[in-house]
């Protein structure tokens, strides 16, 4: 079965420094996976998408994940933190039947200290 | 333009009553859903729509009905509501009917509170 696991439940940085939020995920195939962001109160946001093109995918506001298939990972960096990143962030992956149903990792609260 | 809307943002009710959210989405795609988020931010689909045709149908009790007149709305009624419905809800759209390998376009969800 697929899944996704957000190692970290909650992330704390400091304004000017690296982000990395890690998603482990779990497919018996090549999978689609995505990261969303949720920032208070609003809706969700698309950052990137992996879809078995490039590995390295940039999306969004200075946000990257690399796809490792050895790792199965699909960790979300970004160089330096902004005080607006601070949001609920979840690792995504989209089965691939023809529903197309996303299984949403627990979700990881970004926290940004000024 | 916003792309996917829902109907009510908030949505503060009694126990036992009966209740509507509403979806629309402008983008032309085949593909409806909800979702629902708990009280900890965990999100799971409920149901799917593709061209007005039931696809997902998770363990959801049966109070909860989607209806889909067109594939441009869809809509969801909750019977006999309880506390424990009490969450933000979720509607989505996708362009490739479910298949491939794109992300959902999502709404800016409906807060439900159940009293």
């Known amino acids: 079965a697929q899944s996704v696991t957000q190692l970290d439940s909650h992330v704390s940085v400091s304004e000017g420094t690296p982000v990395l939020l890690r998603c482990n995920y779990s497919s018996s195939y090549s999978p689609s996976l995505f990261w969303y962001v949720q920032h208070p109160n609003k809706g969700l946001q698309l950052l990137l998408k992996y879809t078995s093109a490039a590995t390295l995918v940039k999306g969004i506001n200075g946000f990257e994940a690399e796809f490792k298939k050895s790792e199965t990972s699909f960790h979300l960096t970004k160089p330096s933190a902004h005080m607006s990143d601070a949001a609920e962030y979840f690792c995504?992956?989209?089965?691939?039947?023809?529903?197309?149903?996303?299984?949403f990792g627990q979700g990881t609260t970004l926290q940004v200290k000024p | 333009d916003t792309a996917v809307s829902q109907t009510p943002k908030y949505l503060v009710t009694q126990m036992g009553n009966d209740k509507s959210i509403k979806c629309e989405q402008n983008l032309g795609h085949d593909t409806m859903y909800w979702y629902k988020q708990d009280s900890k931010k965990f999100l799971k689909i409920m149901f799917s729509?593709?061209?007005?045709?039931?696809?997902i149908n998770e363990t959801v009790p049966n109070r909860f009905s989607p209806k889909s007149p067109d594939k441009a709305h869809l809509n969801l009624h909750i019977n006999s509501l309880e506390l424990g419905d009490s969450a933000v809800y979720f509607c989505a759209s996708s362009q490739d009917g479910g298949q491939g390998s794109y992300g959902y376009t999502f709404g800016s969800g409906t807060r439900l509170t159940v009293v």
């Open positions: 995504v992956v989209r089965l691939r039947s023809n529903t197309g149903k996303l299984i």
């Open positions: 729509y593709n061209n007005k045709e039931l696809i």
